[in-house]
C-alpha cells in the first residue's frame, strides 16, 4: 500500500479516530484542532457505546410528544423558534425519513455501523491502555411506569430478533437492589447488556490521540477555516506553520456545515445541542440510567454524576438556553439524591445531524483528495473507530468492512 500524507482537521471522536486508524495503516497523519483532542463534544457527551443504536433516534411521530415539544414543556426535547426558518429543509428530511417506507432502509443502514462499534472500539481501548476508563455491563433504561416499560420490551425483543441486540428486564425489586442510589421505587428498568461506557468521554479521546503519537502521528493547533487548495493537495496553517498534505478530511463535528459551505457545499446539516452538569460527592448509579420517558441520562463519571439532556433545536452559536437543564435536574432529584452542580453553568455542546439521520462518509464530490467525515449526531462517540474504519479503506482503496454507498456525500449531490 503506498503511504500518503494525510491532514485530518478536528480532533474530536470521530477526527481522532480517523487519523489513529490511518496512522495504523502506515500513512504519514497530521491531526489539527484548536483545541486539545476530545474537548467539545466528545467531551461532554454520556459516554455510552451504544451497539444496541440500531435504529437512529427517529423525529417523534406520536402527537402527544409532537404537543409537548411544541409547548416546549419537556426535560427532553427545546427549540429556539427564531432558529426554525432556516431548519425547516433539514427537519423536514429528517421527518420524511423517519417515517416509513424510509425509515427501515435508513435504520438498517445506521445498524450496520453501531452494531460494530463496541467491537471496533475494542483493539483501540486495548493498544491505548484505556481499559481503566471503560464498564462492559451495558446500561439501563429505567421507567417510571410498567406500561412505558412493557412497551420498550416489546421493541427490545424486536431488536433482539432482528439485530441480534441483548438485553434483560428488571422489575421493581431487582432495579432497586440493583441500583440502591435511587430514592424511589420505580416500574424497573430494561438493561442493554453489551454496550460499554466510559467514566471520563475526553480521557478516552486523549487516550486514541496519545496512541496516535506513538504510532507516529503527529497532533498540531490550527484554526481549520485556514484550510485551502494548492496544486498538489491541501494545506493549513498551524501554529507550527503551513502543513500541507496531499489528501484532507474534514471531521470538524458540528462545525463541519461552515467549512463545507466555504466549498460550496450545501448539506442539510443542522445540530441537537445538549447540556450537562456533574454533582460530586452524591452516591450515583451503578450504570448509566436513561430515564425513558422523561428523556435525560445519570451516569457515573470520573467528575461525579453525570447529569446529560436531550434535544435543543438552536443555532449552533446561539446564547445557552439551558431550560432542560433545569427540568431534568429536577426530575433528577426524584430518582437520585443529588448535591449542589460542580459547575456553575452547564456546559453546553452540539450533536452533529443530517437529515437523513446517517453520517457522512467518504470523498468530497468536487475535490479531489478531500474526504468529509461528519453528521454522527447522538451516537458519534459510539462510532468513532468503526466509521473511522469504513472511511480509511476508502482512501486505501480496500475491501470495505460494510457497504460505504449509503454514507457517501455524493448522495447530497454534488
Ligand atoms: C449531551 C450529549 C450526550 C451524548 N451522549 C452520547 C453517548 O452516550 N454516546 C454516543 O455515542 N454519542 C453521544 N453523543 C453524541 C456524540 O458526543 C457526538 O456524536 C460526537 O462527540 C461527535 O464527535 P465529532 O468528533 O464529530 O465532534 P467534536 O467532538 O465536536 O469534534 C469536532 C472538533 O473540531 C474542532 N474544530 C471545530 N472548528 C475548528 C476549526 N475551525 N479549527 C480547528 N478545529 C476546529 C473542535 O475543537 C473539536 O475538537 C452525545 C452528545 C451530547 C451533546
Given amino acids: 500500500m503506498t503511504k500518503k500524507d494525510i491532514l485530518v482537521l478536528g480532533a474530536g471522536m470521530i477526527g481522532t479516530c480517523t487519523a489513529l486508524q490511518l ?18 463534544t466528545s ?31 419537556g426535560a427532553d426535547a427545546h427549540y429556539h423558534l427564531g432558529a426554525l426558518p432556516a ?7 429528517y421527518w420524511r425519513h423517519s417515517r416509513a417506507p424510509l425509515y427501515e432502509r435508513v435504520a438498517h443502514e445506521y445498524g450496520q455501523l453501531t452494531s460494530r ?18 464498564r462492559r455491563e451495558g446500561y439501563r433504561y429505567v421507567f417510571r411506569t410498567q406500561a412505558a416499560l412493557d412497551d420498550q420490551a ?15 428486564v428488571l422489575d421493581s425489586d431487582a432495579l432497586a437492589a440493583a441500583e440502591p442510589a435511587l430514592r424511589r421505587r420505580l416500574a424497573g428498568a430494561l438493561q442493554w447488556t453489551d454496550p460499554w461506557s466510559v467514566s471520563d ?32 493537495g491541501w494545506q493549513v496553517r498551524s501554529e507550527e506553520g503551513p502543513m500541507e498534505a496531499a489528501h484532507a478530511v474534514i471531521a470538524l463535528g458540528p462545525w463541519s456545515d461552515q467549512a463545507i459551505r466555504g466549498l460550496g457545499y450545501r448539506y442539510p446539516l443542522f445540530v441537537k445541542r445538549g447540556y450537562h452538569r456533574h454533582y460530586r460527592g452524591a452516591q450515583g448509579p451503578d450504570l448509566p440510567l436513561l430515564d425513558a420517558e422523561r428523556g435525560f441520562v445519570l451516569a457515573p463519571m470520573a467528575l461525579g454524576v453525570r447529569l446529560t439532556t436531550g434535544a435543543e433545536f438552536a443555532r449552533l452559536d446561539a446564547p445557552a438556553t439551558p431550560v432542560q437543564m433545569g427540568r431534568a435536574e429536577a426530575l433528577a ?38 474526504w468529509f467525515h461528519f453528521g454522527h449526531a447522538h451516537q458519534g462517540f459510539t462510532m468513532g473507530p468503526i466509521s473511522a474504519q469504513l472511511l480509511a479503506e476508502q482512501i486505501d482503496g480496500t475491501a470495505p468492512v460494510v457497504d460505504p454507498t449509503p454514507y457517501l456525500p455524493a448522495r447530497f449531490g454534488a
Wanted: net charge positive; with cysteine.
Fill in 23 to 40: 496512522a495504523l495503516r502506515g500513512h504519514a497523519v497530521v491531526l489539527l484542532d484548536r483545541r486539545e483532542p476530545g474537548r467539545e
Fill in 43 to 73: 467531551y461532554g457527551n454520556a459516554g455510552i457505546i451504544q451497539c444496541e443504536a440500531v435504529e437512529p433516534y427517529p423525529f417523534p411521530q406520536d402527537p402527544a410528544v409532537l404537543l409537548r415539544m411544541a409547548l416546549r414543556r
Fill in 87 to 93: 431548519l425547516v429543509p433539514a427537519l423536514w428530511r
Fill in 117 to 134: 462499534s463496541v467491537l471496533a472500539h475494542a483493539p483501540l481501548i486495548e493498544l491505548a491502555g484505556a481499559q481503566d476508563l471503560v
Fill in 154 to 168: 416489546r421493541t427490545a425483543e424486536r431488536l433482539q430478533r432482528d439485530a441480534g441486540v441483548n438485553f434483560r
Fill in 201 to 232: 468521554p475526553g480521557a478516552l479521546v486523549q487516550r486514541y490521540a496519545d496512541l496516535l503519537v506513538r504510532q507516529g502521528g503527529r497532533i498540531v493547533r490550527g484554526d481549520a477555516a485556514t484550510l485551502r487548495q494548492t496544486g498538489a
Fill in 333 to 370: 432529584r426524584e430518582l437520585l439524591d443529588l448535591p449542589e452542580p460542580v459547575e456553575a453553568e452547564p456546559w453546553l455542546g452540539a450533536r452533529p445531524c443530517t437529515g437523513d439521520l446517517k453520517p457522512v462518509i467518504g470523498p468530497a464530490p468536487r475535490h479531489k483528495g478531500l
